[in-house]
C-alpha cells in the first residue's frame, strides 16, 4: 500500500484472489454501498492488518463526501434494450476516480499514523511519505482532494501541459495546501507515466524520500473499485424472481485499463459476468489486441497487414498517442494491462486452470518471466506478439470495440434527444461506452439473445468537458451547459488562484530535481 510499485519496476498483485463465501448472494443483497464494501474488502485484507471497527470507520469515512446516498447508482438509460449506466461520479471531484482515492487517502493516513505512533514509542524518526503520480485528467484531482492537508504525506501530480480540460487543470491547481505540488510536463501522459515509473526505480530518491503511488498502479485502488462491480449487479438482481441470475455484460471506457481490471477480479473472485467489453477511443492499443493479439505502439508494415497477422485491418496511430474528446483516455501504454498479462501467462503458458486455487511456485515464475519477455519486447520493439491460446483466453473474458471522435458527439446527441431520461448528458469518455454498449445491444438481438443486461460504466461528469458536450448539443432546442449542467461547485473555479509548475521538458531528472527542491521547500516552512 504505501510502496505502490516494487523496486524492480514490477506490479504488485495478490497472493491469491479469494473465492466468494458460499451465501454471498443471498447475504449481500440488500446491503448499503459501504457496507458491501466491508464484506469485499475483508476477503484481501486481514483483521491482523486492519481491525474490522478500523475498516467499517475507514470505509464511511471515505463516502460520507458523495453526493448520492447509493455511491455508485444505475441508471436506466435504454430500458427496453436492458441498457443501463453506472454513475461513477458522485464524489468531490466529479470523477471514478474518487470511489477508489477517497479510501485510499484515508488509507494512507491511516498506515502513517500507526507506523509513527509506533516509531514514536521506540524513539525513531517520523514516516514522512511522498506520493508520486501522473494523470491524464482525473487521478491527479481526485488524488489531490483524497490527501490534500494530510499530514506526513507530499503529494506530486504530473499532468500533460495543455492535454487535460481546463475544469480537471483547475481542480488541481487551486488546491492550495502546502502538501500538495502540481508539475505541468510538457509531453504525452504516457511521458509523465514514464517518468514517475523511472523516479520509482531510482536508487536514492525512492528511499530517501519513501515515495509512495496513487496511480492505479497501486493495488489499493483496483481493489476498491472492485465493490462498484458487486453493488451493480445486485441492483438488477434484486429486480429479478429470487433465484434467478441477471446476465450482465459490462462495457468499460478504458485507458488505464485500471477500471475494468477490477471487473476481471470480481469476476475470478465468482461475481457471474458474462462478459467484460473494453471500450477505447481512436487511441485504440487495447482494441487492436483483442481483435489482432498484438499489443504495439506502432502501425504494422505493410507487408505485416498482407500477411494476414491483423486481418481485421487494425492499426495503430501512425501519430502515437492521439489527442481526441476523451482526454482522460489518450493512453498509448497501459499500465494495468501488465497484471493481466500475468493472469493470461499463468493460465495459458505456465497451464494453471482458472480455478482460484493456489499454482505452484514454478508456474508463478514461468509467468513472471513470460510476462518480463513481453515487456521487455514492448520496450525494445514496441510490439508484444501472444500466442493464440493467450488470446483464446483473453476473448473468453474480454471483448472490445473501438468509438471514433465522431460517434462520440453522435452519441451524446442521440442520448440526450432519445433517452426515456432525457435530457440525459454524457460525458465523452461515458459515451465511448454507451456508443459501443448500443452496438453490443444490436448484436444481441440479431444472435436472438435475450435478457442480456449491458451495464456501461459513466466516469465523469459532464461538466468536466464542456467543449465535448458543447460540440454535440450546442444546437439542440433549450440546451444551455451553465444551467442545466455545471455545478455550482465549477461555478468560477477556473478564475481562482492556481499553484503550479511548468516543466519544459519531459525529462526524469529535471522532474526530479524539482520534486526535491519542493520537498526542501516544505521541510523549512
Known amino acids: 500500500m504505501l510502496k505502490g510499485l516494487a523496486v524492480d519496476g514490477g506490479l504488485f498483485i495478490p497472493e491469491a484472489i479469494p473465492s466468494l463465501p458460499k451465501d454471498w448472494a443471498s447475504r449481500w443483497s440488500k446491503l448499503r454501498f459501504q457496507d458491501l464494501a466491508y464484506e469485499v ?10 481491525p474490522a471497527a478500523d475498516l467499517k470507520e475507514l470505509i464511511e469515512r471515505s463516502y460520507s463526501t458523495f453526493r448520492h446516498p447509493e455511491i455508485t447508482p444505475v441508471v436506466d438509460l435504454v430500458p427496453e434494450d436492458n441498457l443501463h449506466v453506472l454513475e461513477l461520479f458522485h464524489g468531490p471531484t466529479f470523477a471514478f476516480k474518487d470511489v477508489a482515492l477517497q479510501f485510499v487517502g484515508n488509507l494512507f493516513e491511516y498506515f502513517l499514523v500507526r507506523k509513527n505512533a509506533q516509531q514514536g514509542t521506540e524513539g525513531g524518526k517520523r514516516h514522512v511519505l511522498t506520493i508520486i503520480g501522473a494523470t491524464s485528467g482525473d487521478t491527479g484531482s481526485a488524488a489531490i482532494y483524497g490527501l490534500r492537508g494530510k499530514k506526513d504525506i507530499s503529494v506530486f501530480i504530473l499532468h500533460p501541459r495543455g492535454k487535460v480540460s481546463p475544469i480537471q487543470e483547475a481542480q488541481m491547481t487551486t488546491v492550495l495546501d502546502s502538501n500538495v505540488h502540481n508539475l505541468s510536463v510538457e509531453g504525452t501522459f504516457d511521458d509523465c507515466q514514464d517518468i514517475v515509473k523511472t523516479l520509482f526505480s531510482h536508487p536514492v530518491l525512492s528511499k530517501t524520500h519513501n515515495l509512495g503511488a496513487v496511480n492505479s498502479i497501486n493495488w489499493s485502488r483496483i481493489l476498491a473499485q472492485i465493490v462498484y462491480y458487486f453493488s451493480s449487479y445486485f441492483v438488477l438482481a434484486n429486480k429479478l424472481p429470487e433465484g434467478q441470475t441477471p446476465k450482465i455484460r459490462f462495457v468499460v471506457p478504458t485507458g488505464n485499463f485500471g477500471d475494468i481490471l477490477a471487473g476481471y477480479f470480481a469476476k475470478r473472485m465468482g461475481l457471474p459476468i458474462d462478459q467484460l467489453v473494453i471500450a477505447t477511443n481512436e487511441n485504440d492499443i487495447l482494441d487492436r489486441f483483442v481483435k ?87 520496450k525494445t520493439m514496441g510490439t508484444i506478439i501472444v500466442p493464440g491460446s493467450v488470446l483464446s483466453t483473453t476473448r473468453r473474458d474480454f471483448a472490445s470495440e473501438r468509438v471514433s471522435d465522431q460517434q462520440t458527439v453522435d452519441t451524446i446527441k442521440h442520448v440526450y434527444t432519445t433517452s426515456p431520461s432525457a435530457p440525459y448528458v454524457l460525458d465523452p469518455h461515458s459515451a465511448i461506452g454507451v456508443a459501443a454498449a448500443m452496438r453490443l445491444v444490436e448484436n444481441a438481438k440479431q444472435a436472438g439473445e435475450k435478457d442480456v443486461h449491458f451495464v456501461s460504466l459513466s466516469t465523469a461528469h459532464p461538466a468536466k468537458f464542456n467543449h465535448a458536450v458543447d460540440l454535440a448539443l450546442k444546437q439542440e432546442t433549450g440546451y444551455d451547459f451553465e444551467t442545466m449542467i455545471r455545478p455550482k461547485e465549477f461555478i468560477g473555479l477556473e478564475q481562482r488562484e492556481k499553484r503550479i509548475r511548468v516543466i519544459e521538458k519531459a525529462d526524469p531528472e529535471l522532474v526530479r530535481a524539482v520534486v526535491e527542491e519542493m520537498l526542501a521547500a516544505e521541510d523549512k516552512v
Open 41 to 50: 474488502l475483508s476477503l484481501y485484507i486481514s483483521p491482523d492488518e486492519i
Open 292 to 378: 489482432s493479439g498484438r499489443y504495439e505502439k506502432h502501425p504494422l508494415s505493410p507487408a505485416e497487414a498482407e500477411g494476414g497477422i491483423a486481418a481485421d485491418g487494425a492499426k495503430a496511430h501512425p501519430d502515437g498517442v492521439k489527442a481526441t474528446l476523451a482526454p482522460a483516455m489518450d493512453i498509448l501504454v497501459s499500465s494495468n494491462f501488465e497484471r493481466l498479462l500475468w493472469y493470461l501467462a499463468l493460465e495459458s503458458i505456465a497451464e494453471v486452470p482458472q480455478s482460484n486455487s493456489e499454482p505452484t511456485k514454478q508456474q508463478k515464475e514461468i509467468a513472471g518471466k513470460t510476462v518480463l519477455q513481453w515487456m521487455d519486447s514492448l
